[in-house]
């Protein structure tokens, strides 16, 4: 099966060399699963506006329709890369994952712009990543040796490659098993043909919200995104939880023992929007 990519045209006058290109930490991401026909990037669009405070340095959304993948990935603002009628037209679907980045000095790598694709022998994934892997420079190294390409300089495109080298059968086990080799503070949002996965990692360092919108399920940063919307608060990810979205419903897995949770005190005090509720407290 061919998935159709599309992305922008690269301007490299912009572009900045790796070393220059730092790990943030903040990020804003957003999924919608089952929206109406070709709605859901629109919805993610509008969720990415509202987490706009949590990175405006660039912006991407990922569709699925007739299990095709459609993506855009921009530099600049929300507003200006998704703002305009033809969204639906270029990212067509009722289920869309997005990204927006934090902003640096000047010019990134396109190619660091997420969520970030791959093909999988299973069909395509989408992963929308807000936090940083501690252990990334191992794995990274690990998996260089053993033959891995890497096409970025993000600490998330090892989850991908995680997840592609698994021996796990089914696709939510192989993202599982990924899981359980990373180390440090993550939110993620995936996207699959079949399937919106969320995770957190277990001592919930970064936040991640679960709402529905009409019979739309909703995964997002902050509950400023889910109020923008118009969707549900229906609870916090928790954290270690993995929850599994598709036409069956919503199915909570937790893979990993139980932690004390340490979230992080910044998201209150710098990352959040004022009007969040962040872990059950308002900021």
């Given at each position: 099966?061919?998935?159709?990519?599309a992305?922008?045209?690269?301007?490299?006058?912009?572009?900045?060399?790796?070393?220059?290109?730092?790990?943030?930490?903040?990020c804003?991401?957003?999924?919608?699963?089952?929206?109406?026909?070709?709605?859901?990037?629109?919805?993610?669009?509008?969720?990415?506006h509202?987490?706009?405070?949590?990175?405006?340095?660039?912006?991407?959304?990922a569709?699925?329709?007739?299990?095709?993948f459609?993506?855009?990935?921009?530099?600049?603002?929300?507003?200006?890369?998704?703002?305009?009628?033809?969204?639906?037209?270029?990212?067509?679907?009722?289920?869309?994952?997005?990204?927006?980045?934090?902003?640096?000095?000047?010019?990134?790598?396109?190619r660091?712009?997420?969520?970030?694709?791959?093909?999988?022998?299973?069909?395509?994934?989408?992963?929308?990543?807000?936090?940083?892997?501690?252990?990334?420079k191992?794995?990274?190294?690990q998996?260089?040796?053993?033959?891995?390409?890497?096409?970025s300089?993000?600490?998330?495109?090892?989850?991908?490659?995680?997840?592609?080298r698994?021996?796990?059968?089914?696709?939510?086990?192989?993202?599982?098993d990924?899981?359980?080799?990373?180390?440090?503070?993550?939110?993620?949002?995936?996207?699959?043909?079949f399937?919106?996965?969320?995770?957190?990692?277990?001592?919930?360092?970064?936040?991640?919200?679960?709402?529905?919108?009409?019979?739309?399920?909703?995964?997002?940063?902050?509950?400023?995104?889910?109020?923008?919307?118009?969707?549900?608060?229906?609870?916090?990810?928790?954290?270690?939880?993995?929850?599994?979205?598709?036409?069956?419903?919503?199915?909570?897995?937790?893979?990993?023992?139980a932690?004390?949770?340490?979230?992080?005190?910044?998201?209150?005090?710098?990352?959040?929007?004022?009007?969040?509720?962040?872990?059950?407290?308002?900021?």
């Amino acid at each position: 099966m061919r998935h159709h990519i599309a992305d922008p045209i690269i301007h490299r006058e912009h572009w900045r060399e790796p070393e220059d290109d730092q790990l943030r930490l903040e990020c804003g991401v957003c999924g919608v699963w089952g929206a109406p026909e070709n709605e859901a990037s629109s919805i993610v669009a509008l969720g990415l506006h509202a987490l706009q405070h949590r990175g405006q340095e660039a912006c991407g959304i990922a569709s699925v329709h007739d299990d095709r993948f459609y993506t855009e990935r921009h530099q600049g603002l929300v507003g200006e890369a998704f703002g305009n009628a033809e969204l639906t037209t270029r990212l067509p679907g009722g289920a869309a994952v997005g990204h927006t980045r934090y902003s640096t000095a000047g010019g990134s790598f396109l190619r660091n712009i997420q969520p970030m694709f791959a093909d999988l022998d299973q069909g395509g994934i989408a992963i929308a990543h807000n936090g940083n892997l501690t252990n990334f420079k191992h794995l990274h190294g690990q998996l260089v040796s053993e033959g891995a390409i890497f096409q970025s300089t993000s600490d998330s495109e090892a989850i991908l490659h995680l997840i592609a080298r698994s021996r796990k059968a089914k696709i939510i086990e192989r993202f599982i098993d990924a899981l359980g080799r990373i180390e440090g503070g993550y939110a993620l949002v995936a996207q699959t043909r079949f399937k919106m996965i969320g995770a957190r990692d277990p001592l919930g360092i970064r936040p991640l919200v679960l709402g529905k919108v009409g019979e739309a399920w909703v995964l997002a940063s902050e509950t400023c995104a889910l109020d923008t919307i118009g969707a549900t608060f229906i609870r916090d990810v928790e954290h270690g939880e993995v929850v599994v979205i598709d036409e069956e419903g919503l199915t909570s897995i937790k893979p990993f023992p139980a932690r004390a949770a340490r979230p992080c005190l910044f998201e209150y005090v710098y990352f959040a929007r004022p009007d969040s509720v962040v872990n059950g407290r308002s900021v």
